[in-house]
Every structure is written in C-alpha cells, then in structure tokens.
C-alpha cells in the first residue's frame, strides 16, 4: 500500500496542472453542445469526439456508447489492478441552451472568459468545470499509486432529462459494473461550507398548446367572439395551480409527498443556509418568503410547478392590437421523494381535459426525485476527502435540481450514488454569466482524488 | 352646374388609371411606415415625403403640421370654388408591423406583390389602398368639373392611437375646416354587401410588467421559493377577466356601456352577417360563440380585453427550467359607447393595485368609441353614391375596431364624420398576408367621385 496522499502535493499537482486544466475547459465550453436544441447537434458530435480524445490523452480505454437515437454516452476506463475496487465518476458533458442576444451575459456565453480566478462560459460550473476537476483528480491518484479502477461515465443528454441513458446504461451493463458512483453536478449551500447532496427533486416538463384559428386577427375586427389562446392557456395554468402561492391545485397531485424528517429539516438549518445569501447569489428582487426553514422546505422538499415562457402573439415594441392563432406555455414540475412523474402525468391530463379539453399536451423531461445513503463506510469516506481538501466538514443537504440519469444509475447498475458537487450558488446554473472558479477546480481535484485513496482504503466486503 | 356623373366614364376612369394607381400603391407598401416601432422612424419620414410629392403631382396645395413629438400629419388642399361646400377626406399611412421571421406571410410584409386583381402587403387595405382610391376618385370629379373642394388629411400615428393628432388639429383648426368628414378605413361585413360603419370601438392598450429577480435562475435551485413574473402575471390576468368566457372582472368596468339598441340589433341581423363567413375570412377555428346575434353583439357591441403577447422567459425548442427574472404582458381593452377611457384606466389601477400591487402598469394608446350621424342629407347621399358605384344598397353596421382620431375630428371641426369604407373581411386587417383587390379599388374611386358630386349637390344650409 503506497504512502497516503499528502495534501500540499495535492495542491502542487493541481497548480502545476492549472494551465493545463484550463485551456482543456475553455475547448469543452467553447464547443457549444447544448442537448435541447436540433441545431447544435453537430456541436454534440463534436464534443463527443473531444471526449473521446481526452480521455484517450489521459490514458484511458474508451467507449461510445450509442442509443437508437439521442446522443452517445462516453465511458473511460482507468483500471490500476484487478483486485482494486472500482468507482465510477459520472458527468454530463451537454448544456443548457445560452443567447447573448435574448439574455443578459456580460460576455459571449460560448467563449470562456478568464477573469482572474473565475471562468464565465455556458457550460463551466454545470458541469464542465467540475468534470475535468474529477478527471485530473482520477490523474493524480494514478500518479500516486493508489490502488483503484477509476471509471467515468460521461453523458450528453442530461440537460434534457436523460432520455436514452437507461436504456444505455441498461444495454452496456456489464461492462459498467462498479462498487459506487459518484457524481459532481450539485451546489454547495455556500462557499464557507461544503455540502454534499443527499437528494434531488425530480423533474416533469411539458408543453401545452391552444391552437383556435390560423392567422393573427385584429381584436377589433374579431375581439370578444374569438378564442384567445394566450389568455385561455393563462386561465388553465391558473386553473393547474396558485402563481402568487406556488400550490399546485389539481386532484392528487400532493397524495405520495414524503415530506423530509426532522432529522432532516434539523440538519438544513445548521447547513448555513442564509435567505440573504440565496437571494444574492440567485440575484432575487422578491421572493414567496424570507424565512430560512420555508426557503429550505420550498427549494429542497417541496414540489413547484414553474412557467418558463410563453410562445405565440406580439412580442415587438408597444402593443400591437391582435389576438393570436395559437399559443404555447413552456412548464414543468420539480418532483420530491415519492411522486411518480408517471402518475403525475395522468393526473395532469384529467385534470386538463376537465378545464380545457381543447389544449394539447406535450411531455418533456420526466425523472423522479432521488435519495442517496447517508450512513454507512462511503459517506463517511466522501466526508473525510471534502473536509482534507477544503478544510471543513461538509452537511448533507438537499438539492432542488434534477439529474434523472441518478435513479437509472442506481436501479441499473444497483451500487450506492453518492455526490462530491464543487459548484457554489453564485456561479450561476442554468443563469447568464455562468463561471466556475479555480478555487474550486484545484479543491475538486484534491478532493476527488483523496476520495479515490478513501475507497481504496475501505475494508473489502466481500 | 355640370352633367351628372356616368358610372360606365367613371369605371373607363379608373380602368385607364389603374396601372398608375398600382404603382403607387406599391411604393407607398414599400415604404414601410410602421408607426409602432422607432426603428422605422426613417420609413415614416419617407412616406410623408412621398405623400407630399404624390399630393403636389395631384395638384395640390400641402401643408405638413408637426407637433412638438411624435408624427406629422399631411393636409393637401383641391380647392376648385370659394362658394363650394368642403369635404375632406380622413385616411392613415401609417402601418402595423409586420414580419415574416414570426408570422406566416407567403410573401414579404413590405413588398407589395400583385396576384390577379389582388395586391398583397401590409397596409394595401390598411389603409393606404383605399387612401389612393379616395384620391383618384377626386381626381375624377375634379376631371369632370364638379364644383366641390376637397381635402385630404393622412395622419401617420393611427395605428398607435393617434397620440398627438387632436393636439395637431387643435393648432390647425382654422385651415382644417370643413362641412364634413369622410373616412375611409373600415371593413364590410361581406363582398357582396357595401356596408357603412355607424359607430367604432375604443381602445385601450397596457403593458403589464414585474421583476422579481435579475437575471434567469434554475427553476431545480430557487423553484419553489422564487416568485415566478410570468405566472403571476398569468394569474392577474386570470383576476381581471375570464380568457374563457371574456367577461372583465373588475369593478365598474362595465357600469356606463350604453347597449346597442333594439333597431341597430335589428340593422345588423340583415347586414348579411354569416358566422361562416366571418370565421373563413379570419381564419378562425375555434370560437367564443357560433350564434349570428351573439357574435356581432361580441364583435360590435360590447367591450373586450385581449392578450396580445407575453415578453420574456425561454421561447426556443423544447423546456428550458428556468425561473426568468421579469415578464411583460401585452393587452388592450375594445371599449363601447359609454366607456371613458380614463375612467378605465383608474379602476384597472385600482384593480392591479389590490390584487398584485407589484405589477407596473404602462399604458399605450387610448380613444373612446365613436358612433356616426345615421339621419339627414349627409348619410343619404352617401347611401346613393355607394349604391352608385358598388349597385347594391349599403346597410349600416358597427365596425368592432378603432379610430382614435374619430372622436377628436368630431370635437375639435365639429362637424359629421362618415365613412365610405372600402376594405373587406377576407383582406386581413392587421395580419399576414394583407391583401386589397381592384374591384374595391376601383368601386372605391367611383363611389368618392359620386359622393362628392352628391355633396355638391345637396341644398345649402347656411
């Protein structure tokens, strides 16, 4: 057994490597591959094959793995001894759609601006940045000896809710047996404490649309006996749920709700959770409420039906008199421990065809919320490598986001999926100005490979 | 006192003018006079420029009026008596916007493209085509000596409401007398029927707008928490009226409409109103109501609000989670005789202020609604000279749209206002696909011809 890491080579490694690890992040954030949109896809093939190359740099035997249709998914295997346990890093390589035209980045969102020690580009923190992190952690363990099969799975469909990585991961099981996977794609609660998520909200996007005529008209000529799609499509949504509440109305919707334990509530408001720190970092004006437990409960605990746009009507300067042919409202649900997006879906259906049976519905996204092991020898391992690397204990919080790809991982590959996420609030996911920053890059590194000499540590179990 | 008019010279009048009338139809579409948007501030000063010139070649005499913002208003002078009666002649060249990036043009917006006797193009029957129709109809009386003086008075601000067209004329009064006006800028209730408007709807446009946050957020890190602008806005929509039934909520709203009386109720039931009819020429589906009565008492007699266009959230393909940061709904109200606009303004305030008082709310044009005279010498000989020219007998019903410079034409030259409209249901008011035709075109120039002999025929009153 080689000598235990120690954690100043750790940091020397990562500075060392700092040039490196940056003009690698800048090629993956400028090559735009944002899984929502047809007209990137040449951007996906593109990144795959950057993928593909760097884990080939680093070493590691490759393979794409190819649904019958969406994009591949990207495994490397850096095996060190037939005997060692093995770990599997997952990442997703595809992003959120970005517009300097449309949003407000104060640079262009697919080139990386350096700006001291901050990275802004689409793609940096969610989940780039702290991709590559893990990968130069895996090099450093390597470099050390430590006895350990490393495996990354890297996906490009995340962003749109995974919607062939079951049947990927499914298919190519075999060669994707591991002892656990750990992924990197959640946020810390702030930059004082590290946090590792225990639990993610599910998602279930959809798309409703009311078509009730072919050609804008004039509301004078037709206003009052026409149908206005635009409004009736706002009735609807009122009709779904309470905006001004955040309730959502419809029959059973809240009937399987696993609401969290005290326990649970207990540990979020040690977590140093600070309603002004969220409000900062999300560059909020006006919230529901300023109470840190009913914050906590909303993002983390609770389900939410959000609005994300609406398409249809005048949109140019001023007011342009017409009623609209058709309209379409953008939306989803965020889903919490026990809801099953399938019954959801059912639910959701009756109860538009009950108030608006001319509306259609088109379903995006859909994944179940997701709750990983809190005790045992492999949270404790990750907590032991994120204290030796950034210096404090991290708390198990929740995550209000969605990867989907976590609960195929765990049905599966059936092993324990843990989170060592490095991105903070303020960086920004999903938001305009998006960066990453090398305190948490070279922190990641050390810790993800401290992480990897823990579990070779651990005492074998079978 | 000259020969009366012949109906075959007057059509041989327009048939030999109709190439030269099509051309310059052409370059007044293709100078695109959009009033709504700044960015065509160059267009709007090309097309008074080219009204001057087409005016000054006309023979007469121009005075461009300006007030301290906004659009001129041009004012040509064909004066061929001093004991003559006066008429002028009301007509916009100012245009709705238009594009084919978003709405489903089959040809350029502002390029003018003739299909047989059809002329495609914004503004062709909005209203610059029957502005040249009244023009070469004077042109033709003139030709054939009838002793009248007539005016023309094209304004460039219609469209956004005529905001500075009362203070305009107010200035001006004393050039701008006359015994009546006529306007030429409604629709028949179908081809085979001429038909006069009687009366117009008001119109009062808003722009309903919050702010919540700065910047975009991930709706998996604040949903739940976060005060979403585009349903909240969505639900004080809801507040203010039902989409579905189109009946407005709030207080006072409809406490001083005056009702269509029973005789005008009877009028319109033999106007020749088809729901058919009116649900081909606007392209509708689905409608409110599908009951004759019903639907010209919606379209005509009462008021509506409409939801032309929500701004901001994600609009690209698929669901983007996001949570956006501000949201802006377009709207307007169609008021009916009765309805004072300020009033209306003040209790939508109220309103907005007791449900949602974070709501900003900017207002946009404001004209109450207007009903002509339908007894005495004027209506008469206008009934004459439309059967004259289009050999039907015109009926006289309501147009559901707006004229703001209406109200302010009758205040401040206090005197009549007809309309000798010329456009028709299936020429797309407002939407893609504009279009006029050369039958209205040219039954529009004999009509004007007639008219005006008609008036210099009519006994004088003073």
Known sequence: MPSALDRNQLYSFAKSHRKEYETLLKTFVETATVSSDPAHAEDIR???????????????????????????????????????????????????????????????????????????????????????????????????????????????????????FEKIISKNARDLQTNSVVVSDTVWVSRDRPASSA?????????????????????????????????????????????????????????????????????????????????????????????????????????????????????GPGVKSIVPPRAEVKASFRLVPGQDPEKIKKQLLAAIKERNPDVKVQFESAAPAFRTVLTGPLPQALKRAIKFAFGR???????????????????????????????????????PNENFDWQQASGGMVAFAKYFEEIANLPKND
């Not at 809240?254 to 977590?271: A, C, M, R, T």
């Open 199 to 315: 639990g993610l909200r599910g998602l279930l996007g959809f798309i409703l649309s009311l078509e009730t005529g072919a050609t804008d008209t004039h509301s004078g000529e037709t206003g009052g006996a026409s149908r206005n799609p635009i409004a009736e499509l706002m009735r609807l949504v009122c009709d779904l749920y309470d905006p001004v509440t955040g309730k959502i109305k419809f029959k059973g919707f809240y009937d399987d709700v696993i609401p969290p334990s005290k326990s649970e509530l207990n540990d979020w408001v040690n977590s140093g959770f600070t309603v002004k720190g969220f409000k900062k970092a999300h560059h909020l004006k006006l919230m529901r409420s300023e109470d840190q437990l009913e914050v906590m409960k909303r993002i983390w605990g609770m389900p939410t039906m959000e609005i994300h746009g609406v398409v249809g009507g005048y949109q």
């Open 393 to 431: 204990e991290a708390v198990f919080v929740r995550d209000g986001g969605t990867i989907g790809a976590m609960t195929s991982i765990e049905k599966v590959l059936r092993c324990p999926v843990l989170f060592l996420g490095l991105s903070l609030p303020e960086h920004g996911y999903h938001a």
């Open 46 to 164: 593109a990144g795959v094959d950057l993928t593909v190359d760097t884990f080939r740099q680093f070493g590691g035997k490759v393979d794409v793995y190819k649904a019958d249709r969406g994009n591949p998914t990207v495994h490397a295997i850096f095996d060190s001894a037939k005997n060692a346990p093995t770990v599997t890093v997952y990442n997703h390589m595809d992003v959120q759609p970005a517009s300097k035209e449309t949003e407000p980045w104060d640079t262009e969102p697919f080139v990386m601006t350096t700006k001291g020690d901050s990275y802004f580009g689409r793609g940096t923190t969610d989940d780039k940045g702290p991709a590559l992190a893990a990968l130069y952690g895996a090099r450093a363990a390597q470099e050390a000896g430590v006895p350990i099969n490393i495996r990354f799975l890297w996906e490009f469909e995340e962003e749109i809710g995974s919607p062939n």
